[in-house]
């Protein structure tokens, strides 16, 4: 019995700002694993042979993506730091959450994950910014009392949303701030 597979299962693009990767040959090398299943496979040897195919798929897609020359999400935003002169650590830790949610559209940015992008910018040491206390300029920037003192939050709790610093999100004070720094370097 041979099974029937759907033109589009294995189909992936990638997008890189505004350019997408169309990953077919790759994904039709997965395809073409997946059918040369026999009927005397079993469950077991399937879904590895399966899980082995995807697996060389994604590595073959990150080497593209080493290859043609986008920079990492780390250089990316040591640079936009850079080019805007954005150094003190709140303002850092202002401009990684809008970072990763405007660049790397992520609707959810724990403190762990910020600490993370900041250490892959390089531009501290990774042991210096493991001491950084994410949360408590999270708080502060919430509280209004932000960089510089200001008495207008920089970050507020979006609405049907839990009250965690995870789900933060600049507010209008915040932008203008990021604004007002790279326009005074």
């Given at each position: 019995?041979?099974?029937?597979?759907?033109?589009?299962?294995?189909?992936?693009?990638?997008v890189l700002?505004?350019?997408?990767?169309?990953?077919?040959?790759?994904?039709?090398?997965?395809?073409?694993?997946?059918?040369?299943?026999?009927?005397?496979?079993?469950?077991?040897?399937?879904?590895?042979?399966v899980?082995i195919?995807?697996?060389?798929?994604?590595?073959?897609?990150?080497?593209?993506?080493?290859?043609?020359?986008f920079?990492?999400?780390?250089?990316?935003?040591?640079?936009?730091?850079?080019?805007?002169?954005?150094?003190?650590k709140?303002?850092?830790?202002?401009?990684?959450?809008?970072?990763?949610?405007?660049?790397?559209?992520?609707?959810?940015?724990?403190?762990?994950?910020l600490?993370?992008?900041?250490?892959?910018?390089?531009?501290?040491?990774?042991?210096?910014?493991?001491?950084?206390?994410?949360?408590?300029?999270?708080?502060?920037?919430?509280?209004?009392?932000?960089?510089?003192?200001?008495?207008?939050?920089?970050l507020?709790?979006?609405?049907?949303?839990?009250?965690?610093?995870?789900?933060?999100?600049?507010?209008?004070?915040?932008?203008?701030?990021?604004?007002?720094?790279?326009?005074?370097?």
């Amino acid at each position: 019995m041979a099974a029937s597979i759907p033109k589009d299962l294995g189909r992936m693009y990638l997008v890189l700002g505004s350019q997408e990767i169309s990953l077919s040959d790759y994904t039709r090398e997965a395809n073409e694993r997946w059918l040369r299943v026999t009927p005397q496979d079993t469950w077991s040897s399937t879904l590895s042979r399966v899980r082995i195919a995807r697996q060389e798929a994604l590595e073959r897609t990150l080497e593209i993506i080493r290859s043609s020359g986008f920079p990492d999400r780390g250089s990316a935003f040591a640079k936009l730091l850079d080019a805007c002169g954005i150094e003190k650590k709140a303002d850092v830790v202002l401009a990684a959450i809008q970072y990763m949610r405007s660049v790397e559209k992520e609707s959810v940015t724990p403190p762990r994950e910020l600490k993370r992008l900041i250490e892959e910018t390089r531009k501290w040491p990774r042991g210096r910014v493991g001491k950084w206390n994410i949360s408590l300029y999270i708080s502060r920037m919430l509280e209004g009392s932000s960089p510089k003192r200001h008495s207008t939050p920089f970050l507020e709790h979006p609405r049907r949303r839990p009250r965690k610093n995870g789900y933060v999100v600049l507010t209008d004070a915040g932008r203008d701030h990021l604004d007002h720094l790279s326009l005074n370097r």
